[in-house]
């Protein structure tokens, strides 16, 4: 998927599959994040990748639309210094949960942003100190629901030349 086309695509995906990410899928994610704009190239966050299904299970009690967390294949922490330091931390923090749920939609796996209304348990469950912060989390997984993805299926005026074979192909 380019990038446009993901753009225009990309849905929140609450709902997903059982399939695991592959690793190699969960670090692109990662790097992703790493690779986003941040004001004066401050770069004023951690990311936590989760897998373990009692830790999503603890944090997705921690918001009040958080539950999808519980069900994700992969659930990222965006961790930062006291938002109320300056304003531009979660706007950042905004910046590199984009390009990974933008990255992660690419791949055809689906991602919904967490906030943490009920921040501070978060500590306990992840481990991280005092001077580090978790407003927001990241739910990804391939949706339960594949049809939302597979929205180049959805083509205008013209069969698309070069791109897809003829449904017949896939029978
Ligand atoms: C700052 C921010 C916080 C959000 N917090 C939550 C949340 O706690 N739970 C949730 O399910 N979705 C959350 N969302 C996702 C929005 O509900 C979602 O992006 C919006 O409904 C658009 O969905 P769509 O792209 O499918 O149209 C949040 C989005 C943003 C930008």
């Given amino acids: ?33 790493r690779r986003a704009q941040s004001s004066k190239n401050t770069q004023p966050w951690w990311f936590l990748a989760i897998r373990d299904r009692q830790q999503l299970q603890a944090l997705s009690e921690l918001g009040t639309y958080a539950s999808h967390l519980a069900t994700a294949a992969l659930g990222v922490a965006i961790l930062t210094p006291d938002p109320a330091a300056r304003w531009s931390i979660m706007f950042d923090a905004g910046q590199a949960a984009a390009y990974m749920q933008l990255a992660a939609w690419g791949m055809r796996i689906g991602s919904c942003l967490v906030t943490l209304h009920n921040p501070e348990p978060a500590r306990q469950v992840l481990g991280f100190p005092e001077d580090v912060h978790a407003r927001m ?31 017949s192909a896939h029978r």
């Fill in 1 to 33: 998927m380019d990038i446009t086309q993901a753009i225009q695509t990309k849905r929140a995906v609450r709902e997903f599959s059982q399939q695991p990410i592959p690793e190699e899928a969960v670090l692109a994610i990662l790097h992703a994040g």
């Fill in 137 to 167: 989390a990241i739910s990804f997984g391939y949706p339960a629901d594949p049809s939302l993805i597979d929205q180049e299926k959805v083509y205008f005026d013209r069969w698309p030349e070069a791109q897809a074979p003829s449904p």
